[in-house]
């Protein structure tokens, strides 16, 4: 049975790190980040940045919370007409549900995983090592594809998790407007580093602990 339970500790770390990477990721600081930036592409239809960056909030918000995406239907441009389409409000509901599915179980695995290194004594290098290890690789493999043909992973992705049209947009439609596809390269990048440092924190502390032991 403890055996069982050090396996499926090990096999679901993944889920918790890459979630919690991503969470990390899905704040306000991201997005100043980005729009610090010298090289974020300006909008082509003159919508000036700080603008931008205000509904890039806005947007944050609806992906992580019911009253964010009240705030985000009603959101307007300076010219005081709506901001995002009906389309783009729908997308942003489908994103709120997939999210406050994926966090909550991240959460959760990252709770087991905890008192699984505490009372699992037997797998607890195991466990610590293997988890960081397992991380790694899965990063190392999807990276391989991913970062050799962003566009289309990133396409892959959205037709797996929504509906193969509702995600795809107009180029004047402002959610492409606030998020250019630079934003969402260097977020995966972001994410990617994050879990990567949380893995190799993994390893480390399962080799001090394997040496004291």
Do not use: C, Q
């Not at 705030?71 to 005081?80: M, S």
């Amino acid at each position: 049975m403890r055996k069982a339970v050090f396996i499926f500790l090990l096999l679901t770390s993944p889920v918790w790190i890459i979630g919690l990477s991503a969470r990390a990721v899905f704040n306000d600081w991201f997005i100043e980040l980005e729009y610090s930036k010298k090289d974020f592409p300006k909008d082509k239809y003159g919508l000036n940045d700080e603008y931008r960056k205000k509904l890039a909030k806005v947007g944050l918000r609806a992906v992580l919370s019911k009253e964010g995406l009240k705030e985000f239907e009603k959101a307007k441009l300076p010219n005081g007409r709506k901001a995002f389409r009906k389309k783009e409000v729908k997308h942003m509901e489908d994103v709120n549900k997939l999210l406050s599915f994926i966090f909550p179980v991240s959460y959760t695995l990252f709770f087991f995983w905890i008192i699984g290194v505490f009372y699992l004594e037997e797998y607890r290098k195991k466990l610590l090592i293997g988890s960081g290890l397992f991380t790694i690789f899965l990063i190392l493999i999807t990276g391989i594809f991913t970062f050799t043909n962003y566009n289309k992973a990133f396409e892959i992705f959205h037709n797996y998790v929504f509906d193969t049209t509702s995600w795809k947009f107009k180029s004047y439609d402002t959610l492409l407007r606030v998020y250019p596809m630079k934003f969402w390269f260097d977020g995966t990048v972001a994410v990617t580093v994050i879990s990567f440092i949380l893995s190799l924190i993994l390893i480390i502390t399962g080799a001090v602990y394997k040496k004291n032991a």
